[in-house]
């Protein structure tokens, strides 16, 4: 999508610091961490929300997991464990309409979803 500014990013249009890419997922570092390892992990293909992932979507959002897992070795944080999570929409605080998965970790994240 051409105003998508994850779209931008997937097509270098704009910098990012990358922390893993391969054909159909990117993954780069928050703009503001809200903690000390912060990553989006993101579908090449442009999904606007979960409410918009489809049958054929499958296999790369289980992708997704597997590079989650790729890059917590290698942000060192597989061991202690860490949070993904997705917004999905109004209520669910989704600012950016291109899926995208928040890894979040590297301090103790307590046991409140919502605060
Ligand atoms: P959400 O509220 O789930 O849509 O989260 C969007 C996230 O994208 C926020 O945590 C932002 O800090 C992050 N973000 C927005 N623009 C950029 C950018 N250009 N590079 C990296 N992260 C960004
Ligand atoms: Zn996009």
């Known amino acids: 999508m051409d105003d998508c500014i994850f779209c931008?990013?997937?097509?270098?249009?704009?910098?990012?610091?990358?922390?893993?890419?391969?054909?159909?997922?990117?993954?780069f570092k928050d703009i503001?961490?809200?903690?000390?390892?912060?990553?989006?992990?993101?579908?090449?293909k442009?999904?606007?929300?979960?409410?918009?992932?489809k049958e054929d979507?499958?296999?790369?959002?289980?992708?997704i997991y597997s590079v989650i897992n790729t890059i917590a070795e290698k942000m060192g944080i597989k061991e202690n464990g860490f949070r993904?999570?997705?917004?999905?929409?109004?209520?669910?605080?989704?600012?950016v309409k291109h899926l995208h998965f928040h890894l979040?970790?590297?301090?103790?994240l307590g046991t409140k979803i919502v605060h």
Do not use: F, M, R
């Open 8 to 27: 931008k990013i997937i097509k270098k249009e704009i910098p990012s610091e990358i922390v893993y890419e391969d054909e159909q997922v990117i993954a």
């Open 57 to 63: 979507d499958e296999a790369v959002i289980g992708k």
């Open 104 to 108: 979040i970790g590297g301090k103790e």
């Open 32 to 44: 503001h961490p809200v903690a000390p390892v912060h990553v989006l992990i993101i579908p090449k």
């Open 46 to 53: 442009h999904i606007s929300a979960v409410t918009e992932i």
């Open 84 to 95: 993904v999570i997705v917004n999905c929409g109004k209520d669910g605080g989704q600012e």
